[in-house]
């Protein structure tokens, strides 16, 4: 069965809320879903052993919140190296921080985040 990591970090609970949705919806297809909050995740293992990964931050001062970007260089120590990922977050005006968990999941992690169609370089 597909194991998937859903990892949020939230400013007043709006990007949690997003993450359970995205669990929820992956569960009803059948995929075993971790819903998890950013400071739960303390060691590269607590990373380990999933099939596809789901970073999700609020956007706070046209910045993902410091607990997602301590995440990220977690993240670097462990393999994700073509896993399937995606990002998502909650903003009320700018919305950076998911685009820029996007490109470091792409660009640093070398993840999967285009379903195959576009592997990462």
């Known amino acids: 069965m597909l ?3 859903v990892v ?12 359970e949705f995205i ?5 009803e297809s059948k ?20 099939d596809a990964y789901v970073f ?3 956007t706070y001062h046209g910045e993902m919140l410091p607990q997602m970007k301590r995440l990220l260089f977690l993240a670097e120590k462990v393999n994700l190296r073509g ?3 995606g990002a998502f977050g909650a903003f009320g005006w700018s919305g950076e921080a998911p685009d820029r968990i996007f490109n470091t ?3 640093i992690l070398g993840m999967d985040l285009n379903n195959g169609l576009y592997p990462a370089s």
């Open 31 to 50: 995929i075993e879903v971790h819903v998890k909050d950013v400071p739960t995740i303390e060691k590269e293992s607590d990373l380990a052993g999933y």
């Open 3 to 5: 194991r998937v990591l």
């Open 56 to 58: 999700g931050s609020a």
């Open 105 to 107: 999941m792409y660009h």
């Open 83 to 85: 896993k399937v990922g």
């Open 23 to 27: 669990g929820e919806g992956l569960t």
């Open 8 to 19: 949020n970090n939230s400013l007043k609970g709006a990007t949690t809320t997003i993450g």
